[in-house]
C-alpha cells in the first residue's frame, strides 16, 4: 500500500542528501518558530482560530479580497485586540472614581439634615411663608454633579459599540460568563479568545454603573470634541480619545491603511507548536496554489471555528484546487466506514468522524472530484513516524469509497524524520503513502495540486 509517484515527478536527484539542509531541531518549538513564522506572515492575518496574539507582520497580502462580513469579523477582532483598548480598560475602575462631571447649585428643602452650604435668606422667607418658624427647616444649596458631558457620552458609546461588535460579529466564541477581574489584563494571555472574551464582559459590567444612567447616548462627535478629549486634564480621558479614534478610522470613516497597520502589529499565532507547524504546511500549500492560479481566480476568506471554506483556486491546466483545513468534503462524511459502523450508537459511546489535517480536492475539467490527504507531524521520531504509518493506514481503510488521486493519495509530512531512499526510489513512488520531511515537502508542492 502506498502512495503512487510516477515519472511526472522528474529526476529523483532532488532528494539526495546533499540538497537536504540540515536541522538541528527535532521539530518546530519555542526556540525556533520565528524563523517559519516569517516564511509564513503573508496569510497569518486570516488565521483567527485560537492563539497567541504575539507576532508583528511585515507582509499583508490580498488584504482586502474578504466578504463585507469577513472583514467586519477582521476589523472586529484587531479593535478588541488593540493595546489602546486594553489599556483603556485597565484604568477603567480609576476613571469611574474620577469621572468628569459639572456642578450646579439648586435650592433644596432640608428638614433636620443639613445638605450642603445654608442659604440663610430663603430660609427665614421660608420658615415665615408656612405661617410658622419651624428651627428644623433650611434651604440649602448642595453642589449637584452632573456627569451627561461629551467625554463620558464618547466612553459610552465605546462601551456599547463592543458590546455590539462581539455579539454580531464573534458568535463563534462562548460567551459563558467569567470572574469579572479588570486585573485580568494586565496578564499575557495565552488565547486572544479569553482577551476579547473578557473585555467584552467588563464593558457589560462597566456600563450597569450607575453613573451611566444619566448619560445620553451620543449623537455626534466633531473634530473639537475629540481635540477636547486628547487634551483634557484628566490624561486617563486620553486613552478614551484614542480608542474613540481606532474605532473612527476602523468602522466610521474605513481607513484601509490604519487597520493594515493595526493588523500587522498584532498577528494571530496559535500557541501549540503542532498547530503551528500544521499552518505552516498549510500556508506553504496556499501559496504554491495562489502562484500557480489563473487571474483574479485565487479565493481565501478568514479562517475561524464555524467559519472556515477551502482555498480555492483554477489552475492553467483548467483544474480546480481546493485546499481544506479544519474541515472537509461531505463526500469523507458520506463515504467513512467508520462512521458507517458506528452511526447507531451500537457501542454506547460518542463516536465522530476523524478529520485528517489537509485535504487537497482536485476538480477536473469534466467536473469530478479526487482527493489527496495531507497528514502533518512535528516530529522527527522514528517511533513517531511508525504509528504515523498506522494512522494514515486507518485513514485510507475508512475513506477507501473515497475518490482518491491516482498518484500520491496520501502524504505524510514530518519535520525532518524521515527522507526519501535514492536506491529504493523507483519502488517508493509506486507506493500508495510516502513520508516527506519538510525539505522534500517543499520542494514538491507543486506535485499535490495535480493529479
Same mark, same amino acid.
Given at each position: ?10 529526476? /529523483? ?9 540540515? =536541522? ?20 497569518? /492575518? ?12 511585515? %507582509? ?16 472586529? &477582532?484587531?479593535?478588541?485586540? +488593540?493595546? *489602546? ?14 469621572? $468628569? ?12 439634615? &443639613?445638605?450642603? +452650604?445654608?442659604?440663610? *435668606? ?35 458609546? &465605546?462601551?456599547? #459599540? ?26 499575557? /494571555? ?7 472574551? =473578557? ?9 450597569? *454603573?450607575?453613573?451611566? +444612567? ?8 466633531? $473634530? ?36 493594515? *497597520? ?9 500557541? %501549540?507548536? =503542532? ?40 489552475? #492553467? ?12 468534503? %461531505?463526500?469523507? #462524511? ?12 451500537? @457501542?454506547?459511546?460518542?463516536? /465522530? ?5 489537509? &485535504? ?22 522514528? =517511533?513517531?513516524?511508525?504509528?504515523? @504509518?498506522?494512522?494514515?493506514? $486507518?485513514?485510507?481503510? %475508512? ?7 491516482? +498518484? ?32 522534500? @515537502? ?10
Amino acid at each position: 500500500m502506498g502512495v503512487i509517484m510516477d515519472e511526472s515527478f522528474g529526476e /529523483y536527484g532532488e532528494f539526495e542528501e546533499d540538497n537536504i539542509s540540515e =536541522d538541528i531541531y527535532e521539530k518546530l518549538n519555542d526556540d525556533n518558530k520565528f524563523q517559519y513564522i516569517l516564511e509564513i506572515d503573508k496569510y497569518l /492575518y486570516k488565521y483567527l482560530f485560537d492563539g497567541k496574539v504575539s507576532f508583528k507582520s511585515n %507582509d499583508i497580502a490580498n488584504l482586502f479580497k474578504l466578504k463585507s462580513e469577513e472583514l467586519e469579523v477582521l476589523k472586529t &477582532i484587531h479593535f478588541l485586540l +488593540n493595546d *489602546n483598548v486594553k489599556e483603556l480598560f485597565e484604568v477603567i475602575p480609576h476613571l469611574l472614581r474620577n469621572l $468628569a462631571h459639572s456642578t450646579n447649585k439648586e435650592d433644596i428643602e432640608c428638614r433636620g439634615v &443639613i445638605r450642603g +452650604n445654608i442659604n440663610w *435668606n430663603k430660609t427665614i422667607k421660608y420658615r415665615f411663608s408656612k405661617g410658622f418658624n419651624d428651627p428644623s427647616l433650611f434651604i440649602c444649596s448642595p453642589p449637584l454633579k452632573h456627569y451627561d458631558l461629551i467625554e463620558n457620552r464618547i466612553l459610552k458609546f &465605546i462601551l456599547k #459599540k463592543i458590546i455590539f461588535l462581539f455579539q454580531n460579529y464573534l458568535t463563534f466564541i462562548n460567551t459563558k460568563k467569567s470572574n469579572i477581574n479588570f486585573k485580568n489584563l494586565n496578564e499575557i /494571555y495565552e488565547s486572544w479568545y479569553d482577551q476579547v472574551k =473578557d473585555i467584552y464582559n467588563l464593558s457589560i459590567h462597566t456600563l450597569r *454603573n450607575v453613573y451611566f +444612567n444619566d448619560i445620553s447616548d451620543l449623537e455626534s462627535v466633531s $473634530a473639537q470634541d475629540l481635540n477636547k478629549l486628547f487634551h483634557h486634564r484628566n490624561n486617563l480621558y486620553h486613552k478614551v480619545a484614542k480608542v474613540f479614534d481606532l474605532y473612527e478610522k476602523l468602522f466610521i470613516i474605513e481607513d484601509r491603511f490604519s487597520l493594515i *497597520n493595526v493588523i500587522r502589529n498584532q498577528i494571530i499565532v496559535a500557541t %501549540d507548536n =503542532d498547530t503551528l507547524f500544521e499552518i505552516y504546511v498549510l500556508f506553504n500549500v496556499i501559496s504554491n496554489l495562489e502562484k500557480n492560479s489563473i487571474e483574479d481566480s485565487f479565493e481565501m476568506g478568514l479562517m475561524y471555528r464555524h467559519h472556515n471554506n477551502p482555498v480555492k483556486a483554477k489552475l #492553467k491546466d483548467g483544474n480546480i484546487v481546493k485546499v481544506y483545513y479544519q474541515n472537509m468534503p %461531505d463526500v469523507f #462524511k458520506e463515504n467513512s466506514l467508520y462512521r458507517l459502523l458506528t452511526g447507531h450508537n451500537e @457501542f454506547n459511546f460518542p463516536t /465522530y468522524v476523524r478529520r485528517p489535517d489537509l &485535504i487537497v480536492e482536485i476538480v477536473n475539467n469534466e467536473g469530478n472530484s479526487f482527493h489527496r490527504i495531507i497528514e502533518v507531524k512535528n516530529s522527527s521520531s522514528y =517511533d513517531y513516524m511508525r504509528k504515523s @504509518f498506522y494512522k494514515v493506514l $486507518a485513514y485510507y481503510k %475508512d475513506f477507501e469509497q473515497v475518490p482518491f488521486v491516482e +498518484n500520491i493519495p496520501i502524504v505524510v509530512v514530518n519535520w525532518n524524520g524521515s527522507s526519501i531512499d535514492v536506491e529504493q526510489k523507483e519502488k517508493i513512488f509506486k507506493e500508495k503513502i510516502i513520508f516527506f520531511n519538510k525539505n522534500e @515537502f517543499l520542494k514538491n508542492i507543486t506535485k499535490l495540486l495535480e493529479f
